[in-house]
């Protein structure tokens, strides 16, 4: 069991149901207000400064500041629709995939490295970075899945994920160490929850590489076993009655010494 599923299975009553539906509105409220009263919109901002002397619920109001351009025309008023429209059915794809509990906690994550980030590293915290890690998220869970930019360009979710992947590198690049820190900081909850996968999955890839080249019978000298268990050593050779499976650590056993896959249980 993954620490994930084991306070999942502890404290999945924290789970926020909809909860980007929740912040979306929050966003085109902050939006709506912005034209009332714009300097109070100002409060809501991170400011290291400001949380130092007391303003401490801005350590999470600047989720709910969209981060567009808050004008009155017709197209920023559409844009923001969109932009809206988009985090209600991203979250909502990501909740279906994971549940509320998970969801919550890559959201209260990626808050929590942004933030910590930004106010010891220098930077911005904003919800842009935070909605983008749950792009990438969402292109990781449903790659195929196909969106139209714009409303115009049809286009598959994980050729936007790479492009918008390949100027965050760009901007990693060139930014300042401490930018750099901030950056890396804010996608913690994505390193999180799908860093251990892809590490497991190159392990993976290495080991079939290995015993393909291994099993390429012009790479086998003369004498040589196919086949040998990682805990007995044993090969082929010892026993024609021997027979051997590959676990899911990617590793070699003769049936005697197979370990069993751990039960878990999955959404």
């Known amino acids: 069991m993954s620490w994930i599923s084991w306070l999942e299975a ?23 207000l912005h034209f009332f009263q714009p300097a109070y919109v100002g ?14 619920w801005r350590l999470v109001s600047y989720i709910f500041v969209p981060s567009i351009a808050m004008g009155a ?3 920023q008023v559409l ?3 969109m932009y809206l429209w988009f985090m ?3 979250g909502d794809a990501l909740e279906h995939a994971w549940g509320a509990f998970r969801l919550t906690l890559f959201y209260v994550l990626g808050m929590i490295g942004m933030t910590v980030g930004a106010f010891f590293f220098g930077g911005t915290a904003s919800s842009f970075l935070l909605n983008l890690s749950m792009f990438f998220a969402f292109a990781t869970l449903y790659p195929d899945m196909q969106i139209y930019v714009m409303y115009i360009l049809p286009m598959k979710v994980k050729w936007v994920a ?9 901007q990693l690049l060139v930014a300042p160490i401490s930018g750099k820190i901030a950056i890396v900081a804010a996608f ?3 390193l999180i929850f799908f860093g251990p996968a892809a590490i497991d999955q190159m392990r993976h890839r290495a080991g079939t590489e290995r015993r393909r080249r291994k099993f390429d019978v012009k790479s086998v000298a003369p004498g040589e076993s196919l086949h040998q268990c990682t805990v ?20 070699e056993y003769c049936l005697e010494h197979l370990p069993k896959a751990p039960a878990e249980n999955t959404r």
């Open 10 to 32: 502890r404290l999945g009553f924290l789970g926020i149901p909809r909860l980007m539906q929740m912040i979306a509105l929050l966003n085109g409220l902050v939006y709506l």
């Open 73 to 75: 025309s017709a197209v």
């Open 79 to 81: 844009f923001l629709i």
């Open 188 to 190: 913690i909850n994505y």
């Open 232 to 251: 007995c050593k044993r090969t082929e050779k010892d026993s024609q009655d021997l027979e051997f499976r590959v676990a899911g650590d990617g590793e």
């Open 162 to 170: 790479m492009f918008s992947a390949a100027l965050l590198l760009l």
């Open 43 to 56: 409060t809501l901002l991170f400011s290291p400064e400001r949380i130092l002397h007391g303003e401490v």
């Open 88 to 90: 209600i059915w991203m």
